[in-house]
Nanobody
Framework: VQLQASGGGLVQAGDSLRLSCAAS????????MGWFRQAPGKEREFVAA????????YYADFVQGRFAISRDNAKNTVYLQMNSLKPEDTAVYYC??????????????????WGQGTLVTVSS
């Protein structure tokens, strides 16, 4: 599957953004999806994950209820709604996919496919 992330941009602290990740192929619903991010000079970190049907989600602790992951299998798209953005949320955000119907995973090494990333910059 090929993944194309979009929706990043420059916003102010407290603003919202919705990232999208469009997937190619006919089997999108058989993939678990995740969002990761990488800030300058830091390692890539897990943000959120969602199962194939969208009824189970998993978030990093730092999200603290501000972000929401969702998916529309009819549109082959996964979303990350980000609210109350903070300057420390500034990073390149990546979507990723794991084949199959297993447990949700926060480890980047578990993901089989990656999008190219979209830059989110939050100014103070």
């Amino acid at each position: 599957v090929q993944l194309q992330a979009s929706g990043g941009g420059l916003v102010q602290a407290g603003d919202s953004l919705r990232l999208s990740c469009a997937a190619s192929g006919r089997t999108f619903s058989s993939y678990r999806m995740g969002w990761f991010r990488q800030a300058p000079g830091k390692e890539r970190e897990f943000v959120a994950a969602i199962n194939w049907s969208g009824d189970r989600t998993y978030y990093a602790d730092f999200v603290q209820g501000r972000f929401a992951i969702s998916r529309d299998n009819a549109k082959n798209t996964v979303y990350l709604q980000m609210n109350s953005l903070k300057p420390e949320d500034t990073a390149v955000y990546y979507c990723a996919a794991i084949r199959g119907y297993g447990r949700l995973d926060y480890q980047a090494d578990s993901y089989d496919y990656w999008g190219q990333g979209t830059l989110v910059t939050v100014s103070s």
